[in-house]
């Protein structure tokens, strides 16, 4: 390589199977639409990156090989995947094998569109070719040495597309349709590439470079060109610069505007030699895969950090500054003072062996004496030759020093017992003067001290108080002070850790928990407020203050450093932070370790070395990270695996018109944002329209639940940010939940007609039952009245005249005979019968033992009247005759039906039986008599003119109808009984009443 190659330090971060790398030769990477960074291994399968964890996937995902060559995503977002036993796809969710008509297919290399529709895959044998719209793989033959040469790369133009091979440089004219050689001496092309003017760049693994005119197609000779390359990959960046990975030897970068060559190897910083692949990311950072070393992050030379490995004695650098000669001075942990300049970092030797403390500070005065504050021995003073410890008086030499500041004659010294301002007399004679509590400290932990341009030497302390020290008058000294405490904003116990000022006239301050503050110190009221903008500090524990050379403010801190953007008013408009993943790779400053030299590049000291800012560097892109969906779930459960599956969209994550029903309605939603240059710098924050329209606060939870939703169109609505002020597009995704059927206008509807119907349906029967309720009292009462006339008619027919006379004349006949005795017994029936009928007439019911008493009493006096001898007897098992409630004289006109119609024609005796049941709710009365059965009955009723017993009976009988009042039963049923040669022997006669109890 000749002398044009540059040689400097680079910033690299290396992943490795130690941080989560399934294995570490990486020989492909690709990042897809999503922002995700895949890493093809050979061994170990696929790793997925998202700037914070690997995933991975090998054959017991479904991946057809785990050694992997290439990796290419389709403008459909499907991963190609070249493995060593052939090709398979990856849509997100599963591995898919590919297979060639002729079901072989080598080993492949490269993939590139030759048109929208068809793919081209370099293989070990020739080009393969992928048809989009038929779904078809299969093998072309275009040429006689392509065919069945390895193919390495492709190399896409408007009008050509370029083909590497091990049988040379190849291209297809679109115009023309067909394949030229490009040249054929040069063989074992492994990548092909054209610059930003339009060259084309051909690597040979065994030839080296060779750049041709694109239009001449003629070699360019370059005096810079490296002269042997023996490369495995070549990348071109988003710049136009060009990266190659060379055997065995790191990698070399042409700076395309520069036009100049650099060599980066292991001793430029580069973790491993072998480089195998690149590729650039959406944020501008450089990523390589190696061979043994696993992937490698390019961070750029916008920070440069120095450790061990560069000559540092110490990891921790404790106090840094510049001495007029332009070296950089600093202290590392207990190994003494070194300095950096243009040969490197040199140990300091001059008496360095006694700062085997921490030297926490280090100041060069106007005399080029280097003074060094350190804690446990006290202050020291360097020339050229030697370091003498301070000593005013014995206390001094062991007091703790944090800070040194130099005015016009003094050397002002910050202490754990104070400020101590020293006056040199001569060479070893000092005068000096202490200020702590004799000017009011309340501490005299002193942690910074600072100049201003007025002269005056600000401090902090560890409890909070800022304050000034200034001298007045040279001839007749004397100092003034103020401190500032809580009632100037300040906080109590918060230490005061670092002080800077603008040139705005601000002081800004920083503490150890309430971040940043600032105040206008060229006022008499002077008030600190904390800094207020839209972007937040990464850490409010802040270590150091630095402005550079535009005005901005680097705050350092356990995190990292965050950059304060200042505009001319002093107002804070946006905030950058620098971590890790962004190059600044010491991590945690140390307190007011932290310069601006006179090339204004900024050194901090770390906890992890020595890191310079070189403003001149180009940063990677500050863009905002990349939002996807992870899954959508509906009541825990995968919408792919549902019935709304067609709905599921990979990009968006829901299709337009999903409409759920009212019972789905839990869902959830689990997102991701990937930024591979600040991924933990990530925050979420949400809505769901149609419940609520404000964002959800910032938050780091990936995913969302939403419960028990109310019927409704909603929207949900995700967004990725960083500071919020690195806004991701807003995921919106739409969907609705139906309404139950009850809540449906049709269902309303209906149920107001049918509740108005019911309400008419109601109401008309309501006033039916009224209108039948007045019809049945109405018909009640015509029917009570109807048996009241019954009643006074019954009462009227109560006894046969024939009966009463009758009976009177057998009483006669007995008197007659002078049958006294006899006549006195008849008569006292006849009275107690009379007696009965009259009592039980004033009654609307009696019981039924009075009843069957007056029908005993009624049928003793027949038999007395009667010719014709009868018996009789009145049953009632079972029945309580006084419980029984029955009208008055409703049976007896039946009892003399039979007796006179019945038995009294018999020329044999007769017989009567009265018998009573309850039966269904009703009374039953059979009387049953063996008489001439109404059929010869009716021929002697016709014979003679008819009586009042005929009338008595159909009173009798609408007496029963009345009682009935619609009821279902037969009140009245008469039957004729025969004997068993079918003649007449009697009659049945069964009476029906409502039984009526009275307990």
Same mark, same amino acid.
């Given at each position: 390589m000749n002398s044009s190659l540059l040689s400097q330090s680079y910033n690299f971060i290396q992943y490795s199977i130690e941080d989560g790398?399934?294995?570490?030769?990486?020989?492909?990477?690709?990042?897809?639409?999503?922002?995700?960074?895949? &890493?093809?291994?050979?061994?170990?399968?696929?790793?997925?990156?998202?700037?914070?964890?690997?995933?991975? #996937?090998?054959?017991?995902?479904?991946?057809?090989?785990?050694?992997?060559?290439?990796?290419?995503?389709?403008?459909?977002?499907?991963?190609?995947?070249?493995?060593?036993?052939?090709?398979?796809? @990856?849509?997100? =969710?599963?591995?898919?094998?590919?297979?060639?008509?002729?079901?072989?297919?080598?080993?492949?290399?490269?993939?590139? =569109?030759?048109?929208?529709?068809?793919?081209?895959?370099?293989?070990?044998k020739g080009i393969y070719e992928y048809n989009f719209i038929k779904d078809s793989l299969y093998k072309l033959n275009i040429n006689r040495l392509l065919d069945k040469t390895i193919i390495h790369d492709f190399y896409k133009e408007d009008n050509r597309i370029w083909i590497a091979s091990n049988q040379g440089t190849y291209y297809y004219d679109y115009k023309k349709k067909e394949f030229q050689s490009l040249d054929k001496k040069v063989t074992e092309v492994i990548a092909i590439n054209q610059d930003s003017d339009g060259n084309i760049w051909v690597l040979s693994h065994t030839q080296g470079l060779k750049i041709y005119d694109s239009n001449s197609l003629e070699e360019i000779e370059q005096n810079e060109l490296p002269n042997t390359i023996n490369g495995w990959a070549m990348f071109k960046d988003s710049d136009g610069n060009f990266w190659i990975g060379l055997e065995e030897n790191g990698l070399l970068f042409y700076d395309f505007k520069l036009k100049k060559w650099s060599k980066i190897s292991t001793r430029e910083g580069l973790p491993n030699k072998n480089i195998m692949a690149f590729i650039q990311d959406d944020w501008g950072n450089i990523w &390589?895969?190696?061979?043994?070393?696993?992937?490698i992050k390019y961070l750029g030379q916008f920070f440069v950090h120095y450790d061990e490995k560069e000559g540092i004695h110490g990891d921790r650098i404790y106090a840094i500054t510049e001495r007029k000669n332009g070296q950089i001075w600093f202290s590392a942990s207990s190994g003494g003072l070194a300095y950096y300049d243009t040969l490197g970092f040199q140990k300091v030797e001059i008496d360095s062996g006694q700062f085997n403390v921490k030297c926490k500070a280090l100041l060069e005065d106007k005399n080029e004496n280097l003074w060094v504050g350190t804690i446990g021995k006290g202050l020291y003073k360097c020339d050229s030759f030697s370091c003498n410890n301070i000593k005013i008086e014995e206390e001094l030499a062991f007091k703790e020093v944090v800070a040194l500041v130099e005015d016009n004659s003094s050397i002002w010294i910050a202490t754990q017992k104070g400020i101590y301002r020293l006056k040199t007399i001569n060479d070893s004679t000092y005068n000096y003067?202490?200020?702590?509590?004799?000017?009011?400290?309340?501490?005299?932990?002193?942690?910074?001290?600072?100049?201003?341009?007025?002269?005056?030497?600000?401090?902090?302390?560890?409890?909070?108080?800022?304050g000034y020290l200034m001298e007045i008058n040279e001839k007749?000294?004397?100092?003034?002070?103020?401190?500032? @405490?809580?009632?100037?904003?300040?906080?109590?116990?918060?230490?005061?850790?670092?002080l800077a000022f603008d040139d705005n006239g601000y002081l800004w301050i920083g503490t150890a928990s309430n971040g940043i503050l600032k105040a206008d110190i060229r006022t008499d009221s002077v008030y600190f407020n904390p800094i207020s903008n839209i972007n937040k500090l990464h850490s409010y524990n802040i270590y150091s203050l630095q402005f550079d050379k535009n005005?901005?403010?680097?705050?350092?801190?356990?995190?990292?450093?965050?950059?304060?953007?200042?505009?001319?008013?002093?107002?804070?408009?946006?905030?950058? !932070?620098?971590?890790?993943?962004?190059?600044?790779?010491?991590?945690?400053?140390?307190?007011?370790?932290?310069?601006?030299?006179?090339?204004?590049?900024?050194?901090?000291?770390?906890?992890?070395?020595?890191?310079?800012?070189?403003?001149?560097?180009?940063?990677?892109?500050i863009l905002a990270p990349k939002l996807h969906y992870k899954e959508i779930s509906l009541f825990y459960k995968k919408i792919q695996e549902t019935a709304y599956a067609s709905f599921y969209d990979q990009k968006l994550g829901l299709k337009q018109g999903l409409s759920l029903p009212h019972h789905t309605n839990s869902i959830n939603f689990e997102f991701k944002a990937i930024n591979l240059s600040q991924p933990e710098e990530i925050f979420y924050r949400w809505r769901l329209l149609g419940i609520e329209n404000e964002w959800s606060p910032t938050s780091k939870k990936e995913s969302v639940d939403y419960s028990n939703l109310p019927p409704g169109d909603y929207k949900f609505e995700v967004q990725a940010l960083i500071d919020e002020q690195l806004t991701s597009n807003i995921l919106s995704t739409p969907f609705s939940i139906k309404k139950p059927y009850w809540e449906k206008m049709w269902f309303k509807i209906m149920s107001?007609?049918?509740?108005?119907?019911?309400?008419?349906?109601?109401?008309?029967?309501?006033?039916?039952?009224?209108?039948?309720?007045?019809?049945?009292?109405?018909?009640?009462?015509?029917?009570?009245?109807?048996?009241?006339?019954?009643?006074?008619?019954?009462?009227?027919?109560?006894?046969?005249?024939? !009966?009463?006379?009758?009976?009177?004349?057998?009483?006669?006949?007995?008197?007659?005979?002078?049958? @006294?005795?006899?006549?006195?017994?008849?008569?006292?029936?006849?009275?107690?019968?009379?007696?009965?009928?009259?009592?039980?007439?004033?009654?609307?019911?009696?019981?039924?033992?009075?009843?069957?008493?007056?029908?005993?009493?009624?049928?003793? &006096?027949?038999? #007395?009247?009667?010719?014709?001898? !009868?018996? =009789?007897?009145?049953?009632?098992?079972?029945?309580?005759?006084?419980?029984?409630?029955?009208?008055?004289?409703?049976?007896?006109?039946?009892?003399?039906?039979?007796?006179?119609?019945?038995?009294?024609?018999?020329?044999?005796?007769?017989?009567?039986?009265?018998?009573?049941?309850?039966?269904?709710?009703?009374?039953?009365?059979t009387i049953t008599d063996n008489g001439l059965g109404r059929e010869k009955a009716n021929e002697l009723k016709q014979s003679k003119k008819p009586g009042h017993q005929s009338v008595a009976m159909e009173v009798t009988q609408q007496r029963l109808e009345a009682l009935r009042e619609g009821k279902k039963y037969i009140p009245v049923e008469i039957i004729d009984l025969i004997d068993a040669n079918k003649n007449p022997n009697g009659t049945q006669v069964i009476v029906r009443l409502p039984l009526i109890q009275e307990f």
């Open positions: 790398l399934a294995q570490s030769q990486v020989y492909a990477l690709e990042q897809d639409s999503k922002g995700y960074l895949w &890493m093809g291994t050979q061994g170990g399968g696929l790793s997925r990156f998202d700037g914070k964890e690997f995933q991975h #996937f090998s054959t017991k995902n479904g991946l057809i090989s785990n050694s992997i060559s290439e990796i290419f995503e389709d403008s459909l977002g499907t991963l190609w995947i070249s493995t060593q036993r052939g090709i398979c796809t @990856y849509d997100g =969710y599963q591995f898919k094998d590919f297979h060639p008509q002729n079901n072989e297919l080598p080993k492949s290399e490269k993939f590139a =569109y030759f048109n929208k529709n068809l793919l081209w895959i370099a293989s070990q &390589m895969g190696t061979s043994g070393g696993g992937v003067q202490v200020f702590s509590r004799n000017i009011g400290l309340r501490s005299s932990r002193i942690t910074d001290l600072k100049k201003s341009d007025d002269g005056k030497i600000w401090f902090a302390t560890r409890i909070g108080e800022v007749n000294p004397k100092i003034i002070k103020k401190i500032f @405490y809580k009632q100037e904003g300040l906080s109590y116990d918060v230490a005061v850790r670092s005005g901005n403010l680097w705050a350092g801190s356990e995190k990292g450093v965050d950059l304060l953007h200042i505009n001319e008013v002093g107002i804070v408009t946006h905030i950058d !932070f620098y971590g890790k993943n962004k190059g600044f790779l010491g991590i945690e400053t140390c307190q007011n370790a932290v310069i601006l030299d006179q090339n204004n590049h900024i050194w901090f000291g770390t906890m992890n070395g020595l890191t310079q800012h070189i403003p001149s560097q180009k940063q990677t892109k107001l007609l049918i509740l108005f119907l019911l309400i008419g349906l109601i109401f008309y029967n309501w006033k039916k039952r009224i209108e039948k309720r007045e019809k049945a009292k109405r018909e009640h009462l015509e029917i009570e009245n109807k048996v009241l006339q019954l009643e006074q008619k019954a009462l009227q027919l109560q006894m046969n005249p024939h !009966f009463i006379f009758n009976a009177l004349n057998s009483i006669q006949s007995l008197v007659a005979t002078k049958d @006294y005795s006899v006549a006195r017994t008849q008569i006292g029936n006849f009275a107690q019968l009379m007696r009965s009928i009259l009592s039980n007439s004033r009654q609307s019911n009696i019981s039924l033992d009075e009843e069957i008493n007056t029908l005993d009493k009624y049928l003793k &006096m027949e038999q #007395f009247c009667q010719k014709t001898p !009868f018996n =009789y007897t009145i049953n009632y098992n079972n029945i309580d005759i006084e419980e029984i409630q029955i009208p008055p004289m409703l049976l007896q006109p039946f009892v003399e039906n039979a007796v006179i119609h019945g038995i009294a024609h018999l020329e044999k005796e007769g017989n009567i039986h009265i018998n009573f049941e309850v039966k269904n709710n009703l009374l039953i009365c």
